[in-house]
Structures are given as C-alpha cells and as structure tokens.
C-alpha cells in the first residue's frame, strides 16, 4: 500500500520534467529556426548559407534522435522543427538559385565549410553547447529516476514491511493484554467473593464472641450471688457445713475450669482465623496486580479483626485474673471457715470437758 503513492508521486514528477524539456526544447528550436530565418533573408543567394543549415538541420535532427530514447514528447516535437528549417530556405531562396545549389554542393561538399563566416560557425558552437547542456540534464534526470527505482523505492518497501510487522507485533501485544486485563477481571472477582466470605466469617465470630462474652457475664452474676451468699453462710456459722463449702467450692473450680476450657477454644477459634486471614493475604499478594481498594478493604477489615483479637485477648486475661482472684478469695474464706470450724470443734471439745468435770465434781 505505501509503494504505490510513491511510485505515483516520483512518477508525476519524472513526467512534469520531461512536459519542461519538451516546452524549453520547442522554444529552443523556434528562436534557432527565426535565427537562420533572419540570416536566409540577409544573404538569400550565397549557396554555402544552405550547406550549414542543411548541416545544422542534420544535426539537430541526430540530437532529437538522441533525445528520442530518453522522453517520447520531445521526440514527437522533431519532426515539425525539420519541417519549419527544411522550408524556411525555400520561401526565401528564388527558384533559378535552388537548382544550382545540390550541384555545387555535390562538387564540392567538404572544402567549402573551410569559406563559413565567424557568425555561423557561433551559432553551430552554441547550438552544440545547447544540445550538451541538455544531454546533461537528460542524464541528470536519467541518474535520478535510476536513484529512485535502485535507492528509495526499495527503502520504501522495506519501511512499510517493518511497519506490517510492527503492526502485527501491536496487535499481538494488544490482544495479549486485554487477554491479562480479563484474567485480572476474573481475579479481581474472585478475590471480592473471597473477601466477603471473610466478612461474613468474621460477623460469625464477632457473635461466637457476644455470646461467650454474655456467658461469661452470667457466670460472673453467679459467682458474684454465690460469693455473697458465702458471705451470708459465713455470717452464721451454726448453720455452716465445712462439707458443704468444700463442695461449693469444687462446683466453683469446676465452673471455672470449664469457663478456661470454653476460653481456651475461643483463643484456638481466634488464632485459627488469624492463621486463615495470614494466608489468605500471602494468596492475595501471590496474585498481586489487583486494585488498591479492595487491598485497602481487605487490610481494613484484617486490622478490625486484629483489633477485635486483641481486645478479646485482653478481656480474657482481665477475666482470668478476676477468676483468678474469686478462686484466691474463695480459698481464704474456705482456710478461714475452717479455722473457724476448728475454734469451734476445739471449745465443743473444751464444753464437752468442763462438762465432765462439772458432773465428775457434781457426783
């Protein structure tokens, strides 16, 4: 496709020249033929004016032959310049003279041109510098179109094969790319699908989280009613049992062992989702190339969930230590009940003796 607009242009110019050479050429040739027109009619008689135009006229003629070969206009022109030279003579020469003149010429036909005048012997010159001037320029011409066919056209043609095979390489590369761009859609979705379900896991574990929360709150209000209602039982230590202490003292380890158990999954239910959410962003960074806000997403709701791992940590160790301290408190006022118990068995002890006594010494 691009051979063609340039052969088309170089083919226009090549043909413009050639159009110029024809013109300069007929004008060339009418200002020689008025030239000689003007020197017939200055000396009409003399017969060695007619051997040089006939010379000149051969000439002329040997050079538009010449021209022939290179342009077809200039050569089509020829003929009618021999024409306009072959009659211009006759106009002028009276018939008598023309008969006479092919006899001397034939005589005589190579010493005679040694008798011409400076003037035609000028213009043969100039007429032969003229005709150089445009063999030169014919292969001036010539060289070019030959630079054009050899040099730039070939240039041209291996300009547009890189062009069709950069073009090929675009469209290749094009089509590669929307090929990623739906394979990175494709991801993109996946990757959206995959976070909800983190969303939803995390609303799942955010209830779990609630709910033991509310748990432990209840066991709290239990403790809390079964520590105040030890106090009460303290208060009255009549009505006290040591035994009856110990086993609510067993039911409260009891308690809190399985409150530690239920502590201890929700920590394993925590790390395993925090080892869940850990891979899937190392899945998410393997992927890599996807857009900036679902990564700004995922990282939001990744924090929140730290945050939320972290603030249930610290509640379970502040319940701990609480549970801790209800367990250290219940074992003081165990130690104490049964101190008491025992103040109490040893002044029995001690009324039962005096009682003794007072009987003894009474019998």
């Known amino acids: ?11 226009n110019k090549v043909r413009l020249d050639f159009t ?8 060339e040739v009418s200002s020689e033929t008025e030239d000689k027109l003007v020197k017939t009619e200055e000396k009409p008689v003399e017969p060695q004016v007619e051997e040089i135009k006939e010379e000149v006229a051969e000439e002329v003629v040997t050079e538009e032959e010449a021209v022939e070969e290179v342009a077809e206009e200039v050569v089509e022109e020829a003929p009618l310049e021999e024409a306009v030279e072959e009659e211009a003579p006759e106009e002028v020469v009276e018939e008598p003279v023309v008969e006479e003149v092919p006899e001397k010429i034939v005589e005589k036909p190579k010493e005679e041109p040694k008798k011409q005048p400076k003037k035609d012997d000028s213009s043969v010159a100039k007429l032969k510098k003229e005709l150089k001037e445009k063999e030169s320029k014919l292969k001036n011409q010539s060289n070019e ?3 054009l066919t050899n040099t730039i056209i070939p240039d041209l043609k291996k300009e547009n094969g890189e062009l069709k095979r950069l073009k090929k390489e675009l469209s290749d590369a094009l089509e590669k ?8 859609l494709d991801i993109n979705e996946d990757l959206s699908n995959r976070i909800g379900e983190l969303g939803a896991d995390s609303a799942v574990n955010k209830a779990r989280t609630d709910r033991l929360q509310s748990e432990l709150d209840s ?3 239990g403790y809390e009613e079964k520590i105040a ?16 202490l110990e086993k609510t003292n067993q039911k409260l380890r009891d308690n809190l062992k399985t409150s530690n158990d239920e502590l201890e999954e929700s920590k394993k239910e925590v790390s395993t989702l925090q080892g869940e ?8 960074i393997e992927m890599g190339d996807y857009k ?6 995922a990282q939001k709701s990744i924090d929140k969930l730290k945050e939320e791992i972290v603030t249930l940590k610290s509640e379970l160790k502040i319940k701990q230590s609480n549970y801790d301290k209800l367990s250290n408190e219940s074992q003081r006022t165990i130690s104490d009940l049964r101190g008491q118990v025992d103040k109490l068995k040893e002044d029995n002890q001690k009324q039962s003796s005096k009682g003794g006594l007072f009987n003894r010494l009474k019998g």
């Open 145 to 147: 179109l030959n630079y």
């Open 229 to 244: 209602s030890l106090k009460a039982k303290i208060s009255d230590l009549q009505s006290s049992n040591v035994e009856e």
């Open 277 to 284: 959410v850990d891979d899937l962003r190392k899945k998410l």
């Open 219 to 221: 066991i709290k209000d």
């Open 292 to 297: 900036d806000e679902v990564d700004e997403q």
């Open 1 to 11: 496709m691009a051979d063609e607009p340039a052969n088309k242009m170089y083919g």
């Open 20 to 27: 110029k050479l024809g013109k300069n050429s007929k004008k």
């Open 177 to 184: 790319t929307s090929r990623k761009y739906y394979n990175q």
